[in-house]
């Protein structure tokens, strides 16, 4: 731990609301925001600022505001406790793009240039895209340091962003000379049992954009679509394996152990061995009730919840407001530090 003892421990972490999210989303990253929550102070946000840098999230007004209602309700209906945690959307709060813009000035060029998830989503039209992905994450950097955060739970694709981030912090510390202003962020990567792959191909990652909707099981999904999904999932012809080893080079067997795992919160060599040389159709059947149970009641808390958007608009509000409350006096302190007049 790099954590300087002056920072007090504060948890951030967003999610874009550019789609419907899935089991990818809920294993890799909402249970675990729920769990962090009985021991740590937690600040979740709906990064909608983040959702324009691409065509998606810019051209049609009326599915981000859906999207960023939806991911909210995902986040609660999961576990997420408004009361206990900050739970907001990214635009309500100023202080982040304004922070952000600094950020912009502090950090190089070289620095974005190395950014790979830039070079896969701007993919071979780079002049095409919006120059917000290119500095995506320098926002992100602003979203964490504006409450000085000191944990941030992110997958593995965002490692490289959150290193920058630190680069971000370091670099404003030195120049200003203000030694320790800014923490050092920790990634805290979960584990890999939690990487969810696509249910017809168990090299890929499970993702919203993947054009086959059996690939993945979305967090909105009822009971009989999510049985059939995980019935239809792809699998190999040989029975199910004694021992981790036995998953080695059998992807799709391996996702669908670790899918088990993380749903009955119970160690992947405990699930191995409760279907150690079982056939397909059996363990998918108990995946299947497993998966209906865990899921379906967080897609009717969110239908719920999103029957009545008002509710969901207060409490992002309310949230806003208390965010601001913490990122208005750093941000203040930031100007200052920098030299702008107040
Ligand atoms: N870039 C992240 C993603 O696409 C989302 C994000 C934005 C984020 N700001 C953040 C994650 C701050 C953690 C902390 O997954």
Known sequence: MTDAPTHKPLVFSGMQPTNTLHLGNYLGALKNWVRIQDTMDCIYCVVDL????????????GDLFQSTREVAAAYIASGVDPARSLLFNQSQVPEHAELAWIFNCVARLGWLDRMTQFKEKSGKHKERSSVGLYTYPLLMAADILAYK???????????QHLELAR??????????????????PEPVITGAATRVMSLRDGTKKMSKSDESDFSRINLTDGADTIAQK?????TDAEPLPDSAEGLEGRAEAANLINIYAALADEPRDRVIGSFAGQQFSGFKN????????????????????LADPAEIDRILRRGAERARAIAAPIVADVKRVVGFVA
């Open 50 to 61: 983040h959702a324009i840098t691409q065509d998606a999230g810019y051209r049609h007004p």
């Open 149 to 159: 955060a000191t944990h941030v739970p992110v997958g593995e694709d965002q490692r």
């Open 167 to 184: 680069d971000v912090a370091q670099k404003f510390n030195n120049d200003f000379e203000v030694p320790d202003y800014f923490p050092q």
């Open 230 to 234: 995980i019935r239809k999932a792809r």
């Open 286 to 305: 108990a995946l299947a009730d497993l998966a209906v149970a865990r899921l379906t009641p967080i897609a009717a808390e969110m239908r719920r919840l």
